[in-house]
Nanobody
Framework: QVQLIESGGGLVQTGGSLRLSCAAS????MAWFRQAPGNKREFVAA????????YYADSVQGRFTISRDNADNTVSLQMNSLKPEDTADYYC?????????????????WGPGTQVTVSS
């Protein structure tokens, strides 16, 4: 069973930055999703197992950066220029299938989530 543990959520003002991290028990294709109250879970960003390919939702392109360190199996999401509409629970996801990362939602493993609140 793959374990995913997120960290780094919190409260930040509009325009501020946060960095989320996800520790995995192995090397997988990884992604971040988010879910705001009353909304469906939505894709935020993904990164291939090698780290050579990254994908972003249009809503975060240019503001968020996904990266990974395969030496310790961690994936990070650097979030800059945060907006109130970025407020959500953020989930780390992992899959052994390293393809279709720009549009897949069927990741096999999920973390418990970490809350991000952006105040206006």
């Amino acid at each position: 069973q793959v374990q995913l543990i997120e960290s780094g959520g919190g409260l930040v003002q509009t325009g501020g930055s946060l960095r989320l991290s996800c520790a995995a028990s192995g090397t997988y294709a990884m992604a971040w999703f988010r879910q705001a109250p009353g909304n469906k879970r939505e894709f935020v960003a993904a990164i291939s197992r090698s780290g050579s390919n990254t994908y972003y939702a249009d809503s975060v392109q240019g503001r968020f950066t996904i990266s990974r360190d395969n030496a310790d199996n961690t994936v990070s999401l650097q979030m800059n220029s945060l907006k109130p509409e970025d407020t959500a629970d953020y989930y780390c996801a992992a899959s052994p299938r390293d393809y279709g990362l720009a549009f897949r939602v069927d990741y096999e493993f999920w973390g418990p989530g970490t809350q991000v609140t952006v105040s206006s």
